[in-house]
């Protein structure tokens, strides 16, 4: 099977316990490398720019990530400067032209997650992914990118609304702040099922050490310990690619609600920064199952 992925490839400068670590990143890497642990072929609908270092594409090429040609535009590839801080800090330094209509009309794949970083994929942009839906008939949206302000020195705010026609989005994977912007402040299941309302299959909420999802009429709640990890980099990116390839290929809700949480503690678990900490299929799996027996669940 083959998922379809838009959103830029960034460049990023972690910074976290004392130490910078540069870091190829962004949702096209995260959940690209995730969903080829699930066995998943990989097309990007992406942008970077001239700049675009020569090992950051043998990394993607390693991981059978093909970058096309077309993808390659003038000017700079997005870079981000992360400060594992608190709260996180956030700071873009550039930004590569946003993605067309075109790049995403002739892609053939079996499902899509759309996930912008700063404003790269524009509604028609959206609209095109939403009616070329792949044969699983799944579109996974991140509304992240939609949150983001830049103010005059490139630092990230986050915007307390934002308006996004949700008709054809099959799952969401929203944390608290973003839940609250799209449900104009609700907030927990009452914020879930405002979203359902709208025709949203599968809501998937992330707060401090809990996943939630909404699925019909059932709420589902996955608790996690405290990781100490040196970097949560792409955290959420991890857990929507996971949950996508799972359940397109299992069809089950459950398990794909597992398989997202276990794939964002096998990620924490290992320790690493950037892209290093995407795990290995059988740590996924193995903490999947242990999930599998410990989730919560309640009639709404």
């Given at each position: 099977m ?11 400068t ?60 003038d ?23 946003p ?92 914020g ?19 996943i ?9 709640w ?18 929507a690619?996971?949950?996508t ?21 096998a ?7 950037g ?26």
């Amino acid at each position: 099977m083959k998922i379809g992925i838009a959103s830029h490839i960034v460049l990023d400068t972690i910074k976290s316990g004392g130490s910078t670590v540069q870091s190829l990143g962004g949702p096209a890497c995260y959940c690209g490398i995730t969903a080829r642990r699930f066995g998943f072929d990989v097309e990007l609908a992406t942008r970077v720019g001239s700049d675009f270092p020569d090992d950051a594409r043998n990394i993607l090429r390693d991981n059978n990530i093909p970058l096309k040609e077309r993808s390659i535009a003038d000017g700079p590839t997005t870079r981000f400067m992360l400060e594992d801080s608190e709260p996180r800090k956030l700071v873009l330094q550039s930004k590569c032209r946003p993605i067309s209509e075109q790049d995403i009309a002739d892609m053939k794949v079996d499902c899509w997650i759309a996930s912008p970083v700063i404003d790269e994929i524009p509604a028609s942009v959206l609209e095109a992914i939403k009616k070329n839906r792949g044969k699983k008939d799944f579109v996974m949206l991140d509304p992240q990118g939609y949150m983001r302000e830049v103010d005059a020195a490139g630092g990230i705010t986050l915007k307390d609304k934002i308006d996004i026609d949700l008709a054809g989005i099959t799952a969401i994977k929203a944390d608290s702040q973003e839940l609250a912007a799209l449900t104009d402040g609700l907030q927990g299941v009452e914020g879930m099922k405002a979203l359902q309302a709208r025709g949203v299959d599968f809501v998937v909420t992330t707060e401090h050490r809990v996943i939630h999802m909404l699925h019909k009429d059932m709420h589902y709640w996955i608790k996690l310990r405290d990781i100490d990890t040196p970097d949560a980099t792409g955290a959420g990116d991890i857990i929507a690619s996971a949950f996508t390839c799972a359940w397109v290929k299992e069809k089950d809700a459950l398990w794909a609600l597992c398989f997202g949480a276990g794939a964002l503690r096998a990620a924490l678990e290992t320790g690493k920064a950037g892209l290093a900490k995407i795990p290995p299929m059988s740590k996924i799996e193995s903490s999947a199952s242990y999930f599998y027996n410990t989730v919560s669940f309640k009639d709404v």
